[in-house]
């Protein structure tokens, strides 16, 4: 995934200097309204053929009527149909899809900043992991956020400012991951819940993310699938919406776990695209039902 991965770190090292004046959270945040730019074209499509599909209603329960009894004749009619109107089923979970790389490149990015965000070498990495820990032996086993931590202290990175020198590392390599100085984001949530049992509130902020994002997760796609009229029970779903449908149940369940144990910027990440779509979404209804009016 480095094909994807190290030209987002090059953006997201972009905006963290250039843009957000090394403010980690609104470099996130800028991020992933640019995603966001990037798979509006698709997200477009996806809602047309929701609004489509739901409007299509009628005429596939008389095709269910007509041929309830012949599953296989019933599927073909039903694409005949989708094909009449133009009418991707598919088109409902495609842009979900493609989110997956894109997720798993945002992971290896808040994961390991010092590779695909300061674009560090191993060998320099491996030199910063020895100075906190010399029986470190690969570049892989470097805790690069505890790094970041360690080295944000100017104390710190000048007692081990020439070893640094020699192996390329700078000062301004490290990324400062406070945000409102309220969270952590380079910590995960479960290590904050963690804590929090034991007595320690220091990092209980962290909490509220996994919580925004999973809240936010549900709320967009129930916008996204069911802020038009309310579904009728003898609606029809052919195999494709029921896919998509289980797809959008999971991704809730999947959101609260990803995002408590995976470190908080990822989490970040979600809620600020959850709120982008919602608002997305609200103004793609609200222009195609005055279409559909007028």
């Given at each position: 995934m480095?094909?994807?991965t190290?030209?987002?770190?090059?953006?997201?090292?972009?905006?963290?200097?250039?843009?957000?004046f090394?403010?980690?959270?609104?470099?996130i945040?800028?991020f992933?309204?640019?995603?966001?730019?990037i798979?509006?074209?698709?997200?477009l499509?996806?809602?047309?053929?929701?609004?489509?599909?739901q409007?299509?209603?009628?005429?596939l329960?008389?095709?269910?009527?007509?041929?309830?009894?012949?599953?296989e004749k019933?599927?073909?009619?039903?694409?005949k149909?989708?094909?009449?109107?133009?009418?991707?089923?598919?088109?409902?979970?495609?842009?979900?899809?493609?989110?997956?790389?894109?997720?798993?490149?945002?992971?290896?990015?808040?994961?390991?900043?010092?590779?695909?965000?300061?674009?560090?070498?191993?060998?320099?990495?491996?030199?910063?992991?020895?100075?906190?820990n010399?029986?470190?032996?690969?570049?892989?086993?470097v805790?690069?956020?505890s790094a970041?931590?360690?080295?944000?202290?100017p104390?710190?990175?000048?007692?081990?400012?020439?070893t640094?020198?020699?192996?390329g590392?700078?000062?301004d390599?490290?990324?400062?991951?406070?945000?409102?100085?309220?969270?952590d984001?380079?910590?995960?949530?479960?290590?904050?819940?963690?804590?929090?049992f034991?007595g320690?509130?220091?990092?209980?902020?962290?909490?509220?993310?996994?919580?925004?994002a999973?809240?936010?997760?549900?709320?967009?796609?129930?916008?996204?699938s069911?802020?038009k009229?309310?579904?009728?029970?003898?609606?029809?779903?052919?195999?494709?919406?029921?896919?998509?449908?289980?797809?959008?149940?999971?991704?809730?369940?999947?959101?609260?776990?990803?995002?408590?144990?995976?470190?908080?910027?990822?989490g970040?990440?979600?809620?600020?695209?959850?709120l982008?779509s919602l608002?997305?979404?609200?103004?793609?209804?609200?222009?195609?039902?005055q279409?559909k009016e007028?």
């Amino acid at each position: 995934m480095d094909f994807i991965t190290e030209p987002f770190g090059v953006i997201m090292n972009f905006f963290y200097k250039y843009v957000a004046f090394e403010n980690y959270g609104i470099a996130i945040i800028l991020f992933t309204l640019l995603t966001k730019i990037i798979l509006f074209p698709l997200t477009l499509k996806q809602q047309k053929s929701m609004m489509m599909t739901q409007a299509l209603q009628p005429k596939l329960r008389e095709l269910s009527e007509n041929y309830g009894d012949d599953r296989e004749k019933l599927s073909i009619e039903q694409q005949k149909l989708y094909q009449k109107y133009g009418v991707n089923p598919m088109a409902g979970c495609l842009p979900m899809l493609i989110q997956f790389p894109l997720i798993i490149s945002i992971y290896q990015i808040v994961r390991n900043p010092l590779q695909y965000i300061s674009g560090l070498s191993s060998e320099a990495i491996l030199a910063v992991g020895k100075i906190i820990n010399p029986a470190v032996t690969s570049a892989d086993s470097v805790d690069q956020l505890s790094a970041n931590s360690f080295f944000l202290n100017p104390e710190n990175f000048a007692n081990h400012a020439e070893t640094l020198a020699a192996s390329g590392v700078k000062a301004d390599d490290f990324i400062n991951m406070d945000f409102l100085r309220i969270f952590d984001l380079g910590e995960t949530p479960w290590h904050a819940l963690k804590n929090v049992f034991d007595g320690d509130f220091a990092l209980a902020a962290l909490i509220l993310i996994p919580i925004l994002a999973t809240g936010t997760t549900y709320i967009s796609q129930w916008i996204t699938s069911g802020m038009k009229k309310k579904k009728n029970k003898k609606d029809v779903e052919d195999n494709t919406q029921q896919a998509t449908n289980m797809m959008l149940k999971l991704m809730p369940l999947m959101t609260l776990y990803f995002a408590f144990v995976l470190p908080a910027a990822l989490g970040f990440y979600w809620f600020i695209g959850n709120l982008l779509s919602l608002l997305q979404t609200i103004l793609m209804n609200k222009f195609f039902i005055q279409k559909k009016e007028g």
